[in-house]
């Protein structure tokens, strides 16, 4: 079955970059799907981050863009996520899912990354 | 960017009644709107997308409707596994993004 893990550092500096990737199982990431960053603060809602086609140019939120950057490794079938500049607002779970275009059916089990001095 | 709007925020029931939850957008989606259901530590997962299509393995108690700026996701009995918190989600605009609703909690 499709399977997402996301893996990258749990303690970010503030100013500092949040790096996060995650490794796809089951599905090839070249396949008609969207791979997709999503967060959640502590007791908040879902804010989409941004999304990735394995050959195209990658959608961010608009609140982001200045700071994010949605790569793809089709060799290691992973995606990823750069984000620039964190503050604490950028303490979240941050949680990668495959979005089919009929929904996003799969998703990772989130990683809480926090940014701290 | 278009912003969804779910109300109520919290709705209290108990296990048989029926639950209608709205999300609002604030221009057209069409029926670019998918609809997750989230416990505590756990990620979000799909119930319904294209506004009325349940996703796999989705019981058939839950019911999406709606098209253009008026949504409703239905739970026509609630079962006790039921109690979580529900977002919205459309896909639509250009450039391309997608933004969720703020979220309505089922509690008993």
């Known amino acids: 079955q499709v399977q997402l893990q996301e893996s990258g550092p749990r303690l970010v500096k503030p100013s500092g970059t949040l790096s996060l990737t995650c490794v796809v199982s089951?599905?090839?990431?070249?396949?008609?799907?969207?791979w997709t960053w999503v967060r959640q603060s502590p007791g908040k809602g879902l804010e989409w981050i941004g999304e990735?086609?394995?050959?195209?140019?990658?959608n961010y939120n608009p609140s982001l863009k200045s700071r994010v950057t949605i790569s793809v490794d089709t060799s290691k079938n992973q995606f990823s996520m750069k984000l620039t500049s964190v503050t604490a607002a950028d303490t979240a779970v941050y949680y990668c899912?495959?979005?089919?275009?009929?929904?996003?059916?799969?998703w990772g089990q989130g990683i809480l990354v926090t940014v701290s001095s | 960017e278009i912003v969804l709007t779910q109300s109520p925020a919290t709705l209290s029931l108990s296990p048989g009644e029926r639950a209608t939850l709205s999300c609002r957008a604030s221009?057209?989606?069409?029926?670019?709107v998918a609809w997750f259901q989230q416990k505590p530590g756990l990620a979000p997962r799909l119930l319904i997308y294209?506004?009325?299509n349940r996703a796999a393995d989705i019981p058939a108690r839950f019911t999406g409707s709606g098209s253009g700026t008026d949504f409703t996701l239905t739970i026509s009995s609630v079962e006790p596994e039921d109690f979580a918190v529900y977002y919205c989600?459309?896909?639509?605009?250009?450039?391309?993004?997608?933004?969720f609703g703020g979220g309505t909690r089922i509690e008993i």
């Open positions: 899912a495959r979005d089919s275009r009929a929904g996003m059916d799969h």
């Open positions: 089951g599905d090839s990431i070249t396949t008609i799907n969207w």
């Open positions: 990735i086609y394995h050959s195209g140019s990658p």
């Open positions: 221009q057209s989606v069409d029926t670019y």
């Open positions: 294209d506004a009325s």
């Open positions: 989600q459309q896909r639509s605009g250009w450039p391309p993004a997608a933004t």
